[in-house]
């Protein structure tokens, strides 16, 4: 299942002609913009999309300033849908860098590189599905979102700081963050730390001796400041928390 029959790149190219193909055909722009036309739509993409194509959908790509992508074609795909589809990657480029390895090791003289090429498979059509469904945020918040995650567990992390070196006002970031994830910025940034702290509290055999240490990796320099947000979240303290997992356990 999901095997990659075949990977390609386009140079800069400006169309293609009408054709179809036996396998889903999974198109990544990596520069330019343009449009695939199908007999009952139209898919218009730019830098970053990924578009899907079933097996035997005729379709042309063209560009007015020409594109560039890499393609795969992809035999036995598990997905759950039977129309043409567009997604575009992250910010963090996943699924460009998951096109780039499927690329390099098909194409390559490696002694089994069917074992990568087969995970690539499954990690690329895993991404489809992850994503099909992800509501685009703009990229600003998306940039927020990954300040936060790379830095969460740093005591020194001051989110405020962070949002006043944006070119925007800081209320304003913080409403437009709040409207499109659903909370703060400084919500995001605790709901991150007190998860962690509840994954490492759920491993502790001691807790007598890993509060601290544990309020110190999730970004909390301050024990007591660490247990009282940790209460508000899960209605008990760390140790607590910990002696009743260690119970049901």
Avoid at 3 to 16: D, P
Avoid at 107 to 121: E, F, H, P, R, T
Avoid at 123 to 142: C, D, G, H, M
Wanted: aromatic share 14%; net charge neutral.
């Amino acid at each position: 299942m999901n095997n990659i029959v075949y990977a390609g790149k386009h140079l800069i190219t400006f169309s293609t002609k009408k054709h179809c193909h036996p396998e889903w055909e999974l198109v990544y722009c990596t520069s330019g913009e343009g449009q695939f036309e199908f007999s009952d739509r139209v898919l218009k993409y730019g830098v970053g999309d990924l578009v899907i194509i079933p097996p035997q959908i005729m379709h042309i790509n063209s560009s007015e300033q020409g594109f560039t992508n890499i393609h795969i074609h992809v035999a036995d795909a598990t997905f759950r849908f039977k129309e043409p589809l567009m997604i575009s990657d992250d910010s963090e480029s996943h699924v460009l860098n998951a096109f780039s390895d499927a690329f390099y090791f098909f194409n390559c003289d490696m002694d089994n590189k069917q074992l990568v090429i087969g995970a690539l498979g499954n990690l690329i059509v895993n991404y489809v599905t992850a994503f099909r469904n992800v509501k685009p945020v703009r990229s600003v918040v998306e940039e927020i979102k990954n300040n936060i995650m790379q830095n969460f567990s740093d005591c020194d992390y001051k989110i405020e700081k962070y949002l006043r070196t944006i070119p925007f006002s800081y209320d304003y970031l913080r409403k437009l963050f709040k409207s499109e994830m659903g909370m703060t910025p400084h919500d995001y940034l605790t709901g991150l730390r007190v998860q962690m702290a509840e994954k490492l509290l759920c491993s502790m055999d001691n807790v007598e001796q890993n509060i601290s240490e544990i309020a110190y990796i999730c970004g909390y320099s301050d024990p007591l400041y660490f247990s009282r947000v940790f209460k508000k979240y899960f209605g008990c303290s760390p140790k607590n928390y910990a002696s009743q997992k260690r119970k049901e356990r």
